[in-house]
């Protein structure tokens, strides 16, 4: 069982997260500051939490063993991660490869219960201009529509788009159906001059690259 303070100068959490960074605590430790959690009982309910839902965000999202106001100040915490996340992809000078983008995509869409199509949208110097939820549901020919993300590009004045969509099952492997999806849309964007540059398949795992697989 993981102590709520270090043997010898008996840090607790917070002052570890001050004096030696929240790198140094584990997944739960780290949890266990986002709830307020002030003695080894509290760590082995969010421990025990963790483990029965198979993820920190599922755990978090059934809210099992935890108070609306402890759920609430971890959704917050989320939320903070998620907007920083965003703060730093809009503020490089360009994205040239899948990782620049795909650390913020994860945090936004990975272990949602239901899938997400999403788009990315930039400038022709490839910076990011907007962020948008396309679709919700199993990604077929009849849940994605060409004619909205072509609507949606001529609106944001994109001159190239990343998409991604996340695989609630955890598994990051694109589809038939995504590869045929992804294939209609290059066409259509193509039209109007505007590039798709990679399509993201989020999962448990890191994210696959549908340009790096040659699949663009």
Not at 21 to 50: F, K, P, Q, W, Y
Request: hydrophobic share 45%.
């Amino acid at each position: 069982m993981t102590s709520m303070v270090r043997e010898g100068d008996r840090l607790t959490l917070t002052q570890r997260v001050l004096r030696l960074g929240a790198e140094s605590l584990t997944a739960v430790e780290l949890m266990g500051v986002a709830l307020g959690a002030t003695n080894d009982g509290a760590l082995d309910t969010i421990r025990h939490a963790v483990a029965e839902a198979g993820s920190i965000r599922k755990a978090m999202a059934s809210g099992a063993g935890f108070t609306g106001a402890k759920v609430a100040r971890f959704a917050a915490a989320m939320e903070l991660a998620r907007r920083a996340a965003w703060e730093e992809l809009t503020s490089r000078p360009a994205l040239t490869n899948p990782r620049d983008s795909a650390v913020f995509l994860k945090a936004r869409m990975a272990d949602r219960p239901y899938e997400v199509f999403a788009c990315l949208y930039l400038d022709n110097r490839h910076r990011v201009l907007a962020y948008e939820e396309m679709f919700r549901g199993t990604l077929d020919g009849a849940s994605v529509h060409p004619r909205e993300v072509v609507r949606a590009a001529l609106e944001h004045n994109a001159a190239a788009l990343i998409f991604a969509h996340n695989h609630p099952s955890g598994v990051a492997e694109p589809s038939a159906a995504d590869r045929n999806i992804t294939r209609q849309l290059r066409d259509a964007l193509q039209l109007i001059g505007v590039r798709v540059l990679d399509h993201l398949v989020i999962g448990s795992g890191e994210p696959t690259s549908m340009a790096a697989r040659g699949l663009i």
